[in-house]
């Protein structure tokens, strides 16, 4: 493994982690809560219309809601920053 690929995985963990909350606020899952009319918005009518008019514990919606609100916990941030440097890795190994 090179110098580069070393890097990336770093620069990949880190940028993850910290891009992470960004994201979620660009697409509509804000600090107090999912703002009317964006992505999360429609995200989270087709999630209770298919559960019968309320979105489920647990599910992709509200996990990415909780997390926008609350943060990432510590083992949340090693496996977002796990995965954020294999991509990187990977990336940098096509080089």
Partial sequence: MGLLTILAVGAGAAGSVVALPVVL???GFGSVGI?????AAQMMSTAAIANGGGVAAGSAVAVLQSVAMG????AASAAVGS????VAGALALLI
């Fill in 25 to 27: 606020g660009a697409v």
């Fill in 35 to 39: 703002v009317a009319g964006s992505y």
């Fill in 71 to 74: 943060g990432l916990s510590t």
């Fill in 83 to 86: 995965a954020g440097g294999a």
